[in-house]
């Protein structure tokens, strides 16, 4: 047991390996810091963590050391004695705050990184009110292009080197340099080889001021009026932890959150962009029905009875002709609800879980020199493009004993046996779910009843379409690869006039009252034993792990 | 004193003694054949430290002491690397050594490698030194072919590869970290210690940086004896309990106002008035000197009224100039300004701060901008005290810097405002002289 002193604070560490500025946030103490990233290495380079180090001695006595040390380079065992409020340590963190302000335009009014700059957080907490600098700022231009989805805003940089590092210890491309020397120094690339690789954007998360900026967030939003929840990337099942950021429930930006069950704190560029689909026009906004003239937009209880009415027919004839498709994008709650209504009206219906979109293999990062993946694995995008697939095949199997697969319901609708087929959708566009030719097959059943969020070649041949809510505009859990189940919060209300889609399960079973994943969570966790860690009903802010599927 | 006999510089001048056969004919490698025969390398590392020898690259470590920071029976392989990235101004002692008298420096590369046990030596040569790396090149092809390199050196089972490294023209590569990483192929950023390079150096092995006037010593010391060593130069003061004693001989450096620049090898210790009347032929045009700088730029600006100061690894600091440095003497006389003098200064380390830490990034800038202020006669009267201030909070000594550039930065501002301040003040009321031309070719 190691007891660190931090502002005459005792704090015990355990037998962890810290440094200065990790045992202080033990205490609750803030030790600012730039260039310091738990996920990166040490360079101790922005010496904005300047403290006073020192020992206490077995007698009770304690000798400091003589001069500043850099808290984030220095480890801590038992005795280190941390004092943050020393003058030497307050003059030297002033100091450093003015020099990185030497050469900073201050132009935050039109700064995107306004509101959440750790320069103007320390600035105010630690710095100076005013600059002596009186001579004129150096002005590098600005390198807008530096890459597809990153903006460099030169002038800004303080040099900390966290994205120069992240290129290079994370995803291993490399593409970020230092050039010049001195108060010269700029971020800069290799003409040719602009920053372009998966995890690109995550260099803006990292900037610790708005040196590096988001081309897809830049100047759409001021950071403080946006809303931020707790949400899981739905892109693939690495299931990232995310901040969903909105505005007047526009989603506006997608952010790792940092999570040593799931991701880590990194997160690609493909979950992060993942979020325009919501934003989409194209969207369904009403159920639509199929007639002979055409396509009409129907009210929301009328589409409801109608599934119910079309679905008791077939039922009362031959509850296996009836069919449930549950898509590795429901949050595990709305494939309780659908697959609770299936069996509520005949034990035969038959549930399949919907098809899981795979691209390529798995891709991990850091790459070596050559592109190829390196040995010690830091970031994973995973091939499986669903975030759900455990937690869906779960509820499945806790339904379905006799296992059918969603080819088996292909061949019956093919050999016309399939009279009623429910498919849930919620594919990205980017890889969707159902092929043409499978489409064709399904639209064989006389009733064809899809719930998706987008139109596709399966929502152009349905009887029906019931529109989705999209992943920010509801609650649930997903289950990743590792079968780690984590839920989000809803972001943004669903579209003037839209439901849910666990509200229209709940319709469908005809209970009463909003959807409240909670209590559906611990409903499920009393009944499915794979997810019986859900029982807590909270799956708190890194998840839980349960043991389901494979 | 008697006339010191030159040791180190013993050869210059006798171009016959750069080659092998020359330097062999004059005793040259007779102390490697005897030592490799002889002693092992606990016993030539022993007697090093016994010597007293302190580096002679400007921090004046002991040599002995940081060869024996090397971890003990290390598998290896354990590197040396000769750091000839002699990049501190009016500095050329390394310079002389290499171009004239390369195989006195590889005698000791071999000698400290057989002490340190290490079987790659690097010998890092800034880019401006062509033909010294020419020069070192031919001297090390040389002993390859006479046996005294590569695999069983002299039949014995020491075997050593001395490869010569062509930096790239920066100041910071001449940091010992910054030259490991320069010679790792990276950016010269200097790494955070510990780990020392003596745990971790070069490709994270234990590394030992040399200069290669101080290898030159060792060859001499294992030639002729500690005793030998320690009857030249001063003995530690004895009021100064952190004071090791300036042994040995040491190449003086002489440039600036003086009407006879150049090197000269005399025993430690000697005074920097002697140094510019007797050694330097005085101050030139017959004016008087206005001041110096001691040991290198770095070392701080002292006045003429202190000038009686020993140059030895003790004295510069007694009149609070960092210290000796790499004893390379600038003079300049009563004329100059001292603004013209600092704004040269503050140029050089505004320019070759290598841009890492912030301190020292924004503090060499901003230094400079004040005193192109100052220079242009825009000054302000706090402009000083601002000054001052940057100049004493940046550096390893407050602790806000990774390595000793920025001291170097700050010791020539602090101690001329300090010295030279009434100077600076009629000059921030009066501006410019009439006539002088102040365009200077901008550092970017």
């Known amino acids: 047991m190691a007891t660190v002193l931090v502002n005459d604070i005792s704090v015990d560490i355990g037998d962890e390996k810290l440094n200065c500025v990790q045992a202080a946030q033990r205490a609750g103490v803030t030790i600012p810091h730039y260039c310091w990233h738990p996920a990166l290495s040490v360079v101790a380079s922005c010496r904005m963590c300047l403290v006073m180090v020192g020992e206490k001695k077995t007698d009770g006595s304690i000798a400091m050391q003589p001069k500043v040390v850099p808290g984030c380079q220095t480890p801590v065992k038992d005795g280190t004695v941390i004092q943050t409020m020393d003058p030497r340590a307050t003059t030297a963190q002033k100091a ?455 | 004193m008697a006339t010191y006999e030159p040791v180190l510089l013993r050869r210059i001048g006798r171009p016959e003694c750069q080659g092998i056969e020359g330097y062999r004919a004059d005793g040259g490698y007779k102390t490697l054949e005897r030592v490799l025969k002889e002693l092992t390398s606990e016993q030539v590392t022993n007697q090093v430290k016994d010597s007293g020898l302190r580096g002679r690259g400007g921090a004046g470590f002991p040599t002995g002491l940081k060869w024996t920071f090397l971890p003990k029976g290390h598998p290896g392989p354990i590197y040396l690397c000769v750091n000839c990235d002699e990049s501190e101004p009016c500095t050329f002692n390394n310079r002389v050594l290499v171009e004239k008298d390369p195989h006195q420096v590889l005698e000791g590369i071999i000698l400290a490698s057989y002490a340190i046990r290490a079987t790659t030596a690097y010998f890092y040569i800034r880019y401006e030194y062509g033909h010294g790396m020419r020069q070192m090149q031919k001297a090390i092809d040389e002993a390859y072919s006479a046996g005294l390199l590569g695999k069983n050196i002299l039949g014995t089972t020491f075997s050593l590869d001395v490869f010569v490294h062509r930096g790239a023209a920066a100041y910071i590569c001449g940091e010992e970290t910054g030259l490991i990483e320069s010679l790792e192929g990276k950016r010269a950023w200097p790494r955070i210690k510990p780990p020392f390079p003596a745990i971790e150096g070069a490709f994270r092995k234990p590394t030992i940086v040399n200069n290669p006037e101080t290898l030159a010593n060792v060859v001499h010391i294992m030639e002729r004896g500690v005793d030998w060593f320690k009857s030249i130069g001063v003995p530690p003061d004895p009021k100064n309990p952190r004071d090791a004693g300036s042994y040995g001989p040491k190449l003086y450096c002489i440039s600036g106002h003086v009407n006879k620049p150049g090197i000269v090898e005399l025993p430690m210790g000697v005074t920097l008035r002697e140094l510019v009347e007797k050694h330097g032929g005085g101050v030139w045009k017959g004016r008087k000197a206005k001041g110096a700088i001691p040991g290198g730029n770095s070392m701080g600006i002292i006045p003429e009224s202190e000038f009686d100061i020993p140059l030895d690894f003790n004295g510069p600091g007694t009149v609070k100039a960092l210290g000796l440095g790499t004893a390379a003497v600038t003079i300049f006389d009563d004329q100059t300004s001292i603004v013209d003098v600092l704004h040269n200064l503050c140029r050089f380390f505004a320019h070759e701060s290598c841009g890492q830490c912030t301190p020292c990034r924004e503090g060499t800038g901003w230094m400079l901008k004040i005193v192109e202020r100052i220079r242009r006669g825009q000054g302000r009267r706090e402009d000083l005290d601002i000054l001052e201030e940057v100049a004493d909070r940046i550096g390893i000594m407050p602790g806000t810097t990774i390595c000793g550039l920025a001291d170097g930065a700050g010791w020539p501002v602090k101690t001329a405002i300090r010295k030279f301040r009434p100077e600076f003040e009629s000059y921030l009321k009066t501006g410019p002289r009439q006539g002088v031309r102040l365009q200077m070719a901008q550092a970017h």
């Open chain 1, 96 to 550: 450093t705050l003015e020099n990185l302000l030497l050469n900073h335009p201050l132009d935050c009014p039109v700064c995107d990184k306004a509101g959440e700059c750790l320069l103007q957080d320390y600035s105010f907490k630690f710095g100076n009110a005013s600059s002596r600098m009186v001579d004129e700022k150096n002005t590098p231009p600005n390198k807008p292009d530096i890459g597809p989805n990153v903006s460099l805003f030169t002038d800004r940089c303080i040099m900390c080197s966290r994205c120069v590092r992240f290129t290079r210890e994370v995803a291993g491309t490399a593409e970020l340099h230092v050039v010049q020397r001195g108060n010269h120094s700029e971020i800069d690339v290799f003409p040719g080889h602009p920053l372009d690789n998966k995890l690109a954007t995550n260099v803006v998360d990292l900037c610790p001021v708005g040196a590096l900026a988001s081309k897809d967030f830049l100047y759409k939003q001021r950071v403080w009026n946006l809303k931020t929840v707790n949400s899981v990337c739905t892109g693939c099942s690495t299931g990232c932890s995310i901040h969903l950021d909105t505005n007047k429930d526009v989603v506006y930006r997608l952010r790792p959150r940092f999570n040593p069950r799931a991701q880590g704190h990194f997160m690609c560029d493909e979950g992060r962009l993942g979020y325009q689909q919501v934003n989409s026009s194209q969207r369904f906004r009403k159920p639509l029905e199929r007639r002979e003239s055409g396509t009409k937009p129907i009210e929301w209880s009328a589409a409801v009875a109608s599934v119910d009415r079309a679905f008791r027919e077939v039922a009362g004839v031959d509850a296996g002709n009836a069919w449930f498709v549950l898509s590795p994008f429901l949050t595990l709650e709305e494939a309780w609800l659908l697959a609770s209504y299936a069996r509520s009206v005949s034990p035969f219906v038959r549930i399949v879980s919907g098809p899981v979109t795979r691209v390529g293999d798995d891709d991990t990062y850091p790459k070596d020199r050559k592109g190829r993946p390196a040995a010690n694995v830091k970031f994973t995008i995973r091939a499986e493009k669903c975030p759900n697939r455990r937690g869906v095949e779960a509820i499945v199997s806790h339904f379905q004993k006799t296992v059918v697969s969603f080819n088996d319901l292909l061949q019956a609708c093919d050999a016309g046996s399939a009279r009623f087929v429910y498919v849930t959708g919620g594919y990205s566009s980017a890889h969707p779910g159902f092929r043409v030719e499978d489409a064709d097959k399904l639209a064989k059943a006389p009733h064809l009843v899809v719930h998706d969020l987008m139109p596709s070649a399966l929502t152009d041949r349905a009887n029906l379409v019931i529109p989705s809510a999209a992943f920010s505009e509801k609650e649930g859990t997903y289950v990743n690869h590792a079968g780690l189940a984590q839920s989000t919060v809803a972001g943004c209300v669903p579209l003037r006039g839209m439901r849910t889609d666990g509200q229209v399960f709940l319709d469908l079973l005809g209970r009463k009252g909003l959807v409240r994943a909670e209590e559906i969570r611990k409903e499920i966790g009393k009944t499915v034993s794979a997810l019986a860690a859900l029982a807590q009903g909270s799956t708190g802010e890194f998840g839980v792990f349960t043991g389901s599927g494979s």
